[in-house]
């Protein structure tokens, strides 16, 4: 069964924190990703990486940064957590199939981020 | 316009009834077309994938794409309440690059009532 895992269910931060938050697959998968979901705006995409050491932005970077020292793991950074970064916190990981076929993301449990 | 478009609802419909969830999509090279659903709380969960035209029938599921009309859709044959939850649509664009990403749409939420 896949899997991917997120370190925490609930998270609450201060103002100005410095913000880890972990994720790990067990499917071998090269894609990971980060997103964050926010009512009304749906799923948007902050970093994603499709090998080790590799990073790229998405959508909404600012704020953000990303570690992906060894494949299975993809870790999230609020360098310096702000209350506009209250949100849900969800990883991902695909298999980077072929052109047309299925390149489906599995996700986490989702991390619930308060800054206080 | 925005890549993936999906009515946010919410779409009520009675239990035992088929709710019709639609989206469409800008990208006419898009590849790949998938359904998630996804319950308060909870992470997106896979129900559905599609990348021809036509229809992909998985149980009570049916999933209808048209590539000249841009749009894919989902149907919930004798929907129940268990299956109150936003369903968001997701597309691979034409040149989803490196990560294969995924456009998602912001869901739609639908209510299933007894």
């Known amino acids: 069964d896949v899997k991917v895992t997120q370190s925490s269910r609930y998270l609450v931060k201060r103002t100005g924190e410095k913000v880890f938050l972990e994720c790990v697959q067990d499917?071998?998968?090269?894609?990971m990703f980060w997103y964050r979901q926010d009512p009304g705006l749906g799923l948007r995409l902050i970093y994603f990486s499709y090998d080790v050491k590799m990073k790229e932005k998405g959508d909404i970077p600012e704020g953000y940064s990303v570690s992906r020292e060894k494949k299975e793991r993809f870790s999230l950074i609020l360098e310096s957590a702000s209350t506009n970064q209250t949100s849900m916190y969800l990883c991902?990981?695909?298999?980077?199939?072929?052109?047309?076929?299925?390149?489906?993301?599995?996700f986490g449990q989702g991390t619930r981020l308060t800054v206080v | 316009q925005k890549e993936v478009e999906q009515n946010s609802g919410p779409l009520s419909v009675p239990e035992g009834a088929i709710a019709s969830l639609n989206c469409t999509y800008s990208?006419?090279?898009?590849?790949?077309f998938f359904w998630y659903r996804q319950y308060s709380g909870k992470s997106p969960e896979l129900i559905m994938f599609i990348y021809s035209n036509g229809d992909k029938e998985d149980g009570r599921f049916t999933a209808q794409l048209n590539k000249a009309s841009q749009y894919v859709s989902l149907l919930i044959r004798d929907s129940q309440p268990s299956d109150s939850a936003t369903y968001l649509c997701?597309?691979?664009?034409?040149?989803?690059?490196?990560?294969?990403?995924?456009?998602f749409g912001t869901g739609t939420q639908l209510k299933v009532e007894l």
């Open positions: 991902a990981s695909s298999s980077p199939q072929p052109f047309g076929l299925n390149t489906e993301a599995f």
């Open positions: 990208d006419r090279g898009s590849q790949s």
């Open positions: 499917m071998d998968h090269e894609n």
């Open positions: 997701a597309v691979k664009p034409r040149y989803a690059g490196g990560g294969n990403k995924l456009t």
